[in-house]
């Protein structure tokens, strides 16, 4: 069965650093995009970061670009998310997903999705 189990998250203070953790298993990772995705209260799921299957290809939303990177331990069927210079706004319950495809997008085509990991960026 497709499985992902998302952790890692936790309260920081502003300016600081978390790594996500997004394991899987029932598939291989060449098989599948593996995206990472937030949801705020009060607002919509956003899409952040993704990779491809071949985890050659990363795409990132506008905002992190520049502080958040997407990576993948194949061996361990892993996929990461470093997240550095963390803001107040980042705050969110963080999900990992697979998609349908090998090639990276951030709107359609997950069909698999982890239990979410909240992540409090707060003074």
């Known amino acids: 069965q497709l499985q992902l189990v998302e952790s890692g998250g936790g309260l920081v203070q502003p300016g600081g650093s978390l790594r996500l953790s997004c394991a899987v298993s029932?598939?291989?990772?060449?098989?599948?995009?593996i995206g990472w995705f937030r949801q705020a209260p009060g607002k919509e799921r956003e899409g952040v970061s993704c990779?491809?299957?071949?985890?050659?290809?990363?795409t990132y939303v506008d905002s992190v670009k520049g502080r958040f990177t997407i990576s993948r331990d194949k061996a361990k069927n892993t996929v990461f998310l470093q997240m550095n210079s963390l803001k107040p706004e980042d705050t969110a319950v963080y999900y990992c997903?697979?998609?349908?495809?090998?090639?990276?997008?951030?709107?359609?085509?997950?069909?698999?999705w982890g239990q979410g990991t909240q992540v409090t960026v707060s003074s």
């Open positions: 029932g598939f291989t990772l060449d098989d599948r995009a």
């Open positions: 990779i491809t299957g071949s985890g050659g290809g990363t």
């Open positions: 997903a697979a998609r349908a495809y090998s090639l990276c997008g951030l709107s359609t085509g997950y069909m698999y």
